[in-house]
């Protein structure tokens, strides 16, 4: 393992920028790393190095022109495979899209591009962003580097696994539930999701158009504010984006590295006290909050009552936005086509494509949403869901009219072994608990490493007003100066 | 079907019928409703689409803002109340020329709702209220290939053209309409025709029915007196404003004679068929797709500020029927007069041969007289004969001038409408100008009397009568370029006789 793969993003940059490190040595470093651990890992589903070299070397042909470099040229990013990136596959985790090569590229990855960064690749992920393990990719589930019979989270596993096995020190997330914080969590990394609105998902493809936040992913929280620099701001192409700047969240990062949290309250919400987290992940929380207060947070309980209700609200109002997004999968524009061997009707097309093409937790979405959403149910389901949706982000303003920051486990446990949870749906959407409630709300959330539990890594969630990204940026980074950062063992 | 339909007559005298009707309208904005590609009508097969119009993995729409005021200006145009919050929908159902499988509409919050429409009918005015005006997105073409029907049923292949996917459409609904009785066909008629020419004047569509920019659904039902409305059909494919009016009324005979013979009325959507006059069943409702309408997440709601509203409201312009009361006291026309204007789609055209120059009554004899009727004979639009108001006008100056007599200026017309060019042109070119150098003039008048000694000896001794013959052979000789009265004087005054 070279040097440079484990640098953190702003090391790297520093490098690149001082002319010590030339962007496309960092790429190679980082495309060998790869070549040597990623068969075990499969965090990657398409590896770019010709994409990736030609990148690195515009970046040190700018530096030797003398062109100013942004804050993060050269440094390498992995992207999970739910953005569109132009000419290079995407495919969601599916069978659906195998081979598809989008025409476009993201605002994402636009910016990326901008920014100088070296996109190494795509990450693999539960297809269309729909698990909480990585076990539901039609290409083969990722390894946790902590642990290679454990799953690394998802959806974004593979975004996660390729930052804790030294792949890549950057990668993009997207996070629905708990996507982006709950791989951050189980696999000792930093996952941000940001406020929703503030992160562009034009080229992200929909999985639940109202939840879906890209997001940064990183070795350190110092990193993931880089990146969310990067990549957040109003982008004309989304309806839904903001259209106010990105939080100061690098400044906030950097404040919150001094230690010193004197004045900020912080709450732990009573609801998720009973929800039955495992007991080491109990532990270490309660160590992580004890290092909050010496860091000088004041720590208050807050009552969220209809969080309560958030697991099963999520699991309507989800579903029946993909049962819609996911109608244009039907092969007759792009993708997978199946039967079409010119006496089959157009409608057989159709449907044998998407029985062919989409794995059964995709299908057992599609399902409860297009039931959710039929009429006669509408109201009882969907309409029902959104008023709890009302209910909980009240709870989070009233919450917030008391504290800075809302704290918790990000994950009620540590990495689980892969197939422990395959086969009972609900035990698997456990895993986005504590995660959901934010992505209901619409407000951002970062999980930070804050200890080991048996050897395997725990996350705690910093969560905070919508725009108020800094905010959590600050506490997670401070926390991050009192515990340090977890290295997985040696691949 | 076979059964022999009750007269007209005799259905009306015994049911009633409720009539409404749909209608959409492909607005004129320069980019489609949620994405940059550019709306002209034709183009090669999908090249004008991108990633949102087709609906690709990852894109994502965003509204229009021309298109939402369009639809503001039509919502007030007929009297609607404009929401201040609103929302899109999404519809749902699978269907190639759709590129996401969905619709983005909009369901239970239309932009504008509950307006009224006023038209005049046999001189009457009848009011129609508008039920609701939303916005939504076209979709695109598909091309049955293959098969004998040209549906999807039979087809060995399906070609699907996504030009038009994404282009704004707005829908208009009409409360129902009960109470027309035997007008009902002329009352559909005369909605869509007033409704054609609100929009028109408003300048947000060019409204063609042939085009598909306009497009009508013709829901009807019929119920015994004093009954319940009874079940409707819906009726699809009415492409022009004859056939709004035949759609009507082919249907209140069919149902009447199903209701005759003790059947019952299927709800259904029926197509209408242009040749025949007479509708089929298409799909039947039995199937009936549940469409499962949900606010569209990925756009935020709509929110006209309501100054911005009442800004469209002030600048709306006259609307056509106000217009026609106007000009119909400028022109100094009868009711029936205006309506022989209103009904040839004349009264632009007749305005705007006025404003060039021609009296009112000139420019409604040209326009209501020859040019109608070759737009009948040919089949166009009167508008799309190939002579505009200025031509008009300038035709008639010639006749004013003397240049022209009203046969020549008939010939010179043809000319333009055929596209030789301006009535000055085709009257220089084609050599029509009327004879007036009386140098030439007494010259042919001396030939003819030369050349008929014996005619001439006549009108001298008094047959004044007889220089009828003398004229005519003037007029043969200046190819009837020649004014005739003044033809006849002149040989008068040559032979030294008194006229
Ligand atoms: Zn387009």
Redesign the interface.
């Given at each position: 393992m070279s040097d440079l793969t484990t640098k953190t993003a702003a090391e790297i940059a520093a490098l690149v920028a001082g002319g010590e490190a030339s962007a496309v040595e960092v790429t190679q470093a980082h495309l060998d790393r790869i070549a040597a651990v990623d068969d075990r890992v499969h965090a990657f589903l398409h590896v770019d190095a010709e994409g990736a070299l030609a990148a690195a070397r515009a970046v040190d042909e700018r530096r030797a022109a003398g062109e100013a470099l942004g804050p993060l040229a050269g440094v390498p990013v992995a992207v999970k495979d739910v953005?569109?990136t132009k000419g290079v596959p995407?495919t969601?985790g599916s069978k659906i899209?195998e081979g598809?090569r989008?025409?476009?590229d993201?605002t994402i990855v636009e910016r990326l591009r901008a920014a100088g960064t070296v996109m190494l690749g795509k990450t693999n992920m539960d297809e269309f962003a729909m698990g909480s393990s990585t076990e539901y990719s039609a290409y083969g589930p990722t390894r946790n580097p902590w642990d290679l019979d454990r799953i690394p989270g998802g959806s974004g596993g593979g975004s996660a696994a390729a930052l804790a096995a030294y792949e890549a020190p950057l990668a993009i997330g997207s996070d629905t539930g708990g996507s982006i914080r709950q791989p951050g969590a189980v696999t000792g990394t930093v996952g941000a999701k940001p406020t929703y609105g503030g992160t562009s998902?034009?080229?992200?493809?929909?999985f639940?158009?109202?939840l879906d936040t890209p997001g940064p992913c990183a070795r350190t929280v110092l990193d993931a504010a880089l990146l969310h620099e990067a990549i957040g701001g109003h982008d004309?192409?989304?309806?839904?984006s903001i259209p106010q700047p990105v939080p100061d969240v690098v400044a906030a990062a950097k404040l919150g590295a001094t230690g010193d949290l004197t004045g900020v309250r912080l709450g732990i919400v009573t609801e998720f006290a009973g929800e039955g987290a495992e007991p080491g992940v109990l532990a270490v929380f309660r160590e992580a909050v004890d290092a909050l207060t010496k860091l000088g947070a004041e720590i208050v309980e807050v009552s969220c009552p209809h969080f309560t209700y958030a697991l099963p609200a999520y699991y309507l109002i989800a579903p029946?936005?993909c049962?819609?997004n996911l109608?244009?999968?039907?092969g007759?524009?792009?993708g997978l086509r199946v039967g079409d061997d010119?006496n089959r009707?157009?409608?057989e097309v159709?449907s044998l494509t998407r029985e062919a093409g989409f794995g059964p937790e995709v299908k057992r979405r599609i399902m409860i949403g297009?039931y959710a959403?039929?009429?006669g149910y509408?109201d009882a389901y969907?309409g029902q869901a959104q008023k709890v949706r009302t209910l909980i982000s009240r709870d989070f303003t009233a919450a917030f009219a008391q504290v800075d920051a809302l704290i918790s486990p990000t994950t009620p446990f540590v990495a689980f072994p892969i197939g422990a949870r395959t086969s009972d749906p609900y035990q698997m959407y456990l895993a986005d608990l504590f995660t959901i409630p934010t992505n209901l709300y619409g407000g951002p959330g970062i999980s930070v490493p804050c200890g080991l539990s048996d050897g395997l890594p725990v996350g705690l969630q910093v969560m905070a007003p919508t725009m108020a990204d800094d905010r959590m940026y600050r506490v997670a980074a401070a926390l991050e100066s009192a515990v340090g950062t977890f290295t997985p063992p040696a691949l | 079907m076979t059964t022999t339909l009750p007269s007209y007559d005799d259905v009306v005298a015994r049911y009633e019928p409720v009539i409404g009707l749909e209608t959409h309208v492909e607005l004129g904005t320069r980019t489609k409703m949620f994405c940059g590609c550019p709306t002209d009508f034709g183009g090669e097969p999908n090249t004008r689409v991108c990633?949102v119009c087709?609906?690709?993995?990852?894109?994502?729409?965003?509204?229009n803002k021309a298109a939402v005021e369009a639809t503001i200006r039509i919502g007030l145009a007929l009297n609607c109340s404009i929401a201040q919050w609103c929302r899109f929908a999404?519809k749902?159902y699978?269907y190639?020329d759709m590129?996401?499988?969905?619709q983005i509409s909009q369901y239970d919050e239309p932009l504008c709702v509950d307006g009224y429409l006023d038209v005049e009918v046999n001189g009457e005015t009848v009011r129609i209220g508008i039920e609701r005006v939303h916005l939504e997105e076209d979709t695109g073409k598909t091309l049955h290939v293959g098969g004998a029907t040209g549906r999807?049923?039979g087809a060995?292949e399906?070609l699907?053209d996504y030009n038009r996917a994404g282009i704004p459409l707005v829908e208009i609904v009409t409360k129902p309409i009960p109470g027309a009785g035997a007008l009902a066909p002329e009352v559909a008629r005369a909605y869509v025709t007033e409704l054609r020419d609100v929009i028109r004047s408003l300048g947000v569509s060019d409204v063609r029915m042939e085009e598909g920019s306009l497009r009508c659904d013709v829901n009807t039902s019929l119920n015994l007196p004093g009954e319940e409305w009874g079940t409707r059909t819906e009726t699809k494919n009415v492409n022009s404003l004859r056939s709004v009016e035949r759609a009507v009324r082919s249907e209140m005979l069919r149902q009447a004679s199903v209701l005759d013979a003790g059947g019952r009325i299927t709800q259904e959507t029926r197509h209408f068929h242009e040749d025949t006059g007479d509708t089929t069943p298409g799909r039947s409702k039995e199937t009936a797709t549940?469409y499962?309408?949900?606010p569209e997440?990925?756009?935020?709601p709509l929110a006209p500020d309501p100054a911005w509203v009442a800004e469209l409201k002030a600048a709306l312009p006259e609307l056509p029927r106000l217009r026609r009361r106007r000009l119909q006291q400028e022109w100094g026309l009868s009711d029936l007069d205006m309506q022989s204007v209103v009904n040839a789609g004349a009264v632009e055209l007749i305005e705007a041969t006025v404003a060039a120059g021609a009296s009112p009554a000139a420019a409604r004899k040209w326009w209501l007289g020859e040019l109608s009727r070759r737009a009948n004979e040919t089949g166009v639009e009167l508008a799309d004969i190939g002579a505009t108001p200025a031509q008009v006008a300038e035709l008639q100056r010639l006749v004013d001038a003397g240049k022209l007599t009203d046969k020549l200026a008939r010939t010179v017309l043809e000319g333009v409408v055929a596209g030789e060019g301006s009535p000055t042109e085709v009257m220089t070119n084609r050599n029509l100008e009327v004879v007036s150098d009386t140098g030439a003039l007494t010259a042919a008048v001396d030939e003819a009397i030369a050349a008929n000694p014996d005619i001439a000896e006549k009108v001298r001794s008094g047959k004044v009568a007889a220089a009828g013959a003398l004229v005519g052979a003037v007029m043969k000789s200046t190819r009837g370029q020649a004014d005739a009265k003044s033809v006849r004087e002149l040989i008068l005054e040559r032979l030294g006789v008194q006229g």
């Open positions: 953005l569109t995407t969601v899209l598809w989008p025409p476009y993201a998902r034009y080229g992200l493809v929909a639940s158009s109202s004309p192409r989304d309806s839904t029946s936005e049962s819609s109608a244009r999968f039907d007759v524009r792009f010119g009707s157009l409608e159709m297009t959403l039929s009429s509408y969907y | 990633p087709l609906g690709l993995p990852g894109s994502l729409p965003v509204a999404r749902n699978f190639p590129p996401k499988n969905f999807i049923h060995t399906s699907v549940d499962r309408y949900f997440p990925d756009l935020v």
